[in-house]
């Protein structure tokens, strides 16, 4: 599906031009971002890709799904944001 569906996003990122391109996830932060890419341990950065700046987060079902530490996975989704948002200041 990522392969499949590569051509739209590239299609929309040229389209819109989007400052920063945010990732919600493993699969989605790869596919942007190369297989090297862990979630777990380069959240948050803003690193360079074929799309453009872009920077990845944990997917917010993840916290859905989430036992014990769910408001430690939270914080870290909204630091990741504000990250985000500081990029686009």
């Known amino acids: ?20 391109v945010v990732a919600l996830g493993a699969t989605a932060a790869q ?8 979630v ?4 948050g950065q803003v690193l360079a890709s074929d799309l453009g700046p ?13 036992g014990e530490n769910r408001d430690e996975l939270m914080a870290q989704l909204v630091a990741d944001l504000k990250a985000a948002a500081v990029h686009l200041d």
């Open 1 to 20: 599906e990522v392969v499949a569906c590569r051509p739209w996003l590239e299609a929309e990122v040229d389209r819109i031009g989007p400052e920063l």
């Open 31 to 38: 596919a942007i971002l190369g297989p090297a890419f862990r």
């Open 40 to 43: 777990t341990r380069d959240h």
């Open 54 to 66: 872009a920077l990845a987060t944990i997917h917010p079902s993840a916290i859905l799904r989430a």
